[in-house]
């Protein structure tokens, strides 16, 4: 019965495919139903899963980040050529509303009004990475010979600094990549020590018995 009801659908006797085209168009109803209420204002009801944690400006009650709401998103601008969407969420926990927006530029999120976020982004120049360009520097390094040279210099000098533990870590991985030889070799070198350890024994027993 499950399988059958997504497609047992009733066509009322007035009911023109011509005319009509859709049993949505006949009811006037949206195909995403409720959800598209506001659909009018550029609103859609999407399921928004919270992508950090927070705390809520108003109950004062930690929101974990996974947590799943009814959220209204909205375009709201763009990043270059990359939308920008806003959503807007009620508390489960009061009636404050929460509105988060996407940040392209950074790959993140940003809370707009409603929450404050739990900190626990770092700076990965602080640990010495190799930072991503953004689109001003990519600008700047096509024009600015200059700052083209020093930038390749900065990284050229986190390169060398990280290179031995980059090295280090590839030697430990190197050496347990063949893990079916290291099990089998292991399990060698058991059962020889087991045996030497049994022909000790038998020749201690041998000795005690000739005692």
Aim: hydrophobic share 30%.
């Amino acid at each position: 019965q499950g399988e059958r009801k997504g497609t047992n659908k009733y066509y009322p006797p007035d009911f023109d495919p011509a005319k009509h085209g859709s049993l949505n168009k006949y009811h006037h109803s949206h195909p995403l139903r409720e959800r598209a209420r506001k659909l009018s204002q550029g609103i859609l009801v999407i399921r928004f899963e919270m992508p950090f944690n927070i705390w809520c400006d108003a109950c004062q009650n930690h929101i974990g980040m996974g947590v799943r709401y009814n959220a209204e998103k909205k375009k709201v601008g763009t990043y270059y050529t990359t939308p920008v969407y806003r959503f807007r969420m009620k508390c489960h926990l009061c009636v404050n509303y929460i509105e988060l927006q996407t940040d392209p530029g950074n790959c993140d999120y940003v809370i707009v009004s409603g929450a404050r976020r739990k900190e626990e982004r770092w700076d990965p120049g602080d640990s010495a990475q190799v930072l991503p360009t953004t689109p001003e520097q990519r600008e700047r390094l096509a024009v600015d010979p200059m700052f083209r040279l020093e930038h390749g210099v900065t990284d050229r000098g986190v390169l060398e600094r990280a290179t031995p533990t980059l090295t280090r870590i590839q030697e430990a991985q190197d050496a347990w990549k063949d893990d079916f030889g290291l099990n089998s070799r292991l399990r060698r070198r058991f059962r020889e020590e087991k045996k030497t350890l049994r022909e000790e024994e038998e020749e201690a027993a041998a000795l005690r018995a000739r005692a």
